[in-house]
């Protein structure tokens, strides 16, 4: 028997027992489907997260802040005690913040390991005016926007008095689209601390997205429109007001360094975090619940693996006549042990196929289906994402138990004394 017939033989052995063989296979399939299914979302998810961390910052830099009591218990240190000298800087409205001083800055430049420190102003509009309405306007933070997503235009840039505004905000300012927005003209609003207002223009560079670090949920300023904003902010005063920055960003030649130049700067009453740092549970928790679903699939493939195992153990008993047979016409125990593992790879082949199919063509649909409507409010998310490598993978892993799963009952038939076979009744 050569293995072209053991192929063909395991094939209509396989649908002998018709209803039993659909049974075992809806078994493997709903294994196959859940794990395809868990794998790609897995794969969707942290690309969507790894998009927010490039688009959140520079991954090679760390965001410094003063450190406080929300920051502290943010990054997962300890309490402090109350240090009632701890710097207070006004920002020229009666309110304050815990700021950074120039002398912060000067520490975390003189910090080794550190190459370049950019220092962001906190700003505090009054309004936003767009044809003539008024609008409630808390600036973004200035960041690298290489990984923002653009709708149209784009990011504002350094050395002009720009703003990317989110595209949520388009047709509240009164414009039809986001195309319509670029180059547009907006009024910012400042009151300096004499209480005097005064309006900046500013051009709408482009449109952005907003996505799971809150990036882009606030109008973007350029760098120097964000420093002529503050510069207006605190003048009008009796006297000149120290500088103050809400955050800076520290650029390091190595990311590697980041721990030492955390553990210096929190010596010095900072807190710095990386990009990581700020997202990274994200990641935690979404792999967490990836690796419980796919603890669920395997599980489910185990138990579809013992219908293998009791399909072909039926068959075996069904065929002992038929074994003794091929024994005594002179096929080996080996052969009599492919033809029955060819029957158990062939059952998992059809449940493998079905369900990896399946799995990509509805969580294909369902991601499209969910991007529009109910995960409208995440841009860029797809929830299901399939990689040919991981499928197949998928596709090796449950043929392999199904392989697996039909050893015993193919040790057994390989096993059988073909007199004694053929005696059986």
Not at 88 to 109: I, K, M, N, R, Y
Not at 163 to 190: C, H, R
Not at 343 to 369: D, K, Q
Request: aromatic letters at 8%.
């Amino acid at each position: 028997m050569t293995w072209t017939d053991m192929v063909g033989s395991a094939v209509a052995s396989t649908f002998r027992g018709r209803t039993r063989t659909l049974l075992t296979v809806v078994a493997v399939f709903i294994g196959a489907l859940t794990l395809t299914l868990t794998s790609g979302m897995g794969t969707g998810v942290n690309r969507y997260i790894d998009q927010t961390v490039a688009a959140f910052g520079d991954t090679d830099a760390l965001y410094v802040q003063k450190s406080q009591p929300l920051l502290e218990l943010s990054t997962g240190t300890g309490p402090r005690a109350y240090d009632p000298e701890d710097t207070q800087v006004a920002t020229g409205f009666g309110v304050s913040f815990a700021g950074l001083t120039e002398e912060d800055v000067t520490t975390v430049e003189d910090t080794p390991g550190v190459t370049e420190v950019h220092p962001v102003y906190n700003v505090v509009p009054t309004y936003l005016r767009a044809d003539g309405a008024r609008f409630q306007l808390a600036l973004g933070i200035p960041v690298d926007g290489e990984g923002l997503q653009v709708v149209a235009g784009a990011t504002a840039a350094d050395g002009a008095d720009e703003l990317a505004i989110p595209d949520s905000w388009v047709a509240d300012l009164g414009f039809a689209s986001a195309e319509d927005a670029v180059g547009e003209v907006l009024e910012v609003v400042m009151t300096n601390m004499a209480g005097t207002e005064q309006a900046f223009e500013a051009t709408v560079s482009g449109v952005t997205q907003a996505n799971l670090a809150g990036v882009a949920m606030n109008p973007l300023p350029s760098t120097s429109f964000n420093e002529r904003l503050y510069a207006y902010q605190i003048s009008g005063g009796p006297e000149e007001v120290a500088a103050s920055y809400i955050m800076a960003r520290a650029v390091m030649d190595d990311p590697a360094q980041a721990p030492a130049v955390q553990e210096r700067l929190e010596e010095a009453g900072m807190v710095a975090s990386t990009v990581e740092d700020q997202l990274g549970m994200f990641r935690t928790v979404i792999d967490a619940v990836i690796w419980i679903l796919n603890t669920c699939a395997v599980i489910a493939l185990l138990a579809a693996s013992l219908g293998i195992v009791n399909t072909l153990l039926m068959s075996v008993q069904e065929r002992i006549r038929e074994i003794g047979l091929m024994k005594a016409l002179g096929t080996s125990g080996a052969k009599v042990f492919g033809l029955f593992s060819l029957e158990a790879v062939f059952i998992g082949l059809l449940g493998a196929v079905l369900g990896v199919t399946t799995a990509v063509v509805a969580g294909s649909w369902v991601a499209r289906w969910l991007a529009e409507g109910f995960l409208a409010g995440l841009p860029g998310l797809s929830l299901f994402v399939f990689r040919a490598p991981e499928i197949a993978l998928i596709a090796v892993a449950v043929l392999t138990i199904a392989f697996a799963a039909g050893t015993i009952p193919a040790v057994r038939a390989a096993g059988k004394d073909p007199i004694t076979a053929l005696r059986h009744e």
